[in-house]
Structures are given as C-alpha cells and as structure tokens.
C-alpha cells in the first residue's frame, strides 16, 4: 500500500504562485508515474499533470500549459506541481496519484492505483 501526502496548499492572488508537494512512503517509488488532478465544487476531477517514473515523459491539461511545472526527485520520493500565474479558475482540492509500472505518463484517473487525502487551493481575485 502507497501511502501519499500532499502538502503546499493554501490562499494566494490571482497571479500568484504556489509549489504542491506529494511525499510517497514507497521505497519503490521510482517506479511508478504520477499525477495531479484537481476538483472544484461541483465539478467531476480533472486531470491536471502528469509525468513518467523516470521523469522523461510528462503532460498537461490544455488549460495549465505553459503556467504549470510538474517535477520529481525519486531520492526524495517526492513528486512536485509549480503552480504559476494561478487564477481563480485554478481554485479547486488538488490530489496527487500513483501508478505502478508508469513508463508513460496518464491522464484517466481511472489509471491510478493509490490517492493522496488532497490539499486545498484558493486563488482569490
């Protein structure tokens, strides 16, 4: 069992900028792709970020392209999200996810073995 831990969150103005940690506890943790999905209230999860075990695959919601960095230290067990120029749309709990034997990287959340308890961010305007 993979135990994640986001960590990072918090109120910040529009064009602001936050940094998302998501700790694992899985020795193994080289080996899996990770995610960042979000969701607003009323709103299904979306896909935010994603990258591959190795961190040379990765990929983007059209929506965070080019203000969003996803980045992962496999010695720390730690995968990150930069947030950039947020906006009030950005406004949503934020969840990593992991999935096991990631050489690509995955935007379905239905891919993702294990979830982290999310964290909470607010961009005012």
């Known amino acids: 069992q993979v135990q994640l831990v986001e960590s990072g969150g918090g109120l910040v103005q529009a064009g602001g900028s936050l940094r998302l940690a998501c700790a694992a506890s899985?020795?193994?943790?080289?080996?899996?792709?990770m995610g960042w999905f979000r969701q607003a209230p009323g709103k299904n999860r979306e896909f935010v970020a994603a990258?591959?075990?190795?961190?040379?695959?990765?990929g983007y919601a059209d929506s965070v392209k080019g203000r969003f960095t996803i980045s992962r230290d496999n010695a720390k067990n730690t995968v990150y999200l930069q947030m950039n120029s947020l906006k009030p749309e950005d406004t949503a709990v934020y969840y990593c996810?992991?999935?096991?034997?990631?050489?690509?990287?995955?935007?379905?959340?239905?891919?993702?073995?294990?979830w982290g308890q999310g964290t909470q961010v607010t961009v005012s305007s």
């Open positions: 990258i591959s075990w190795n961190g040379g695959n990765s």
């Open positions: 899985e020795r193994t943790f080289s080996s899996y792709a």
């Open positions: 996810a992991a999935r096991y034997s990631g050489s690509s990287y995955y935007t379905r959340p239905q891919l993702y073995d294990y």
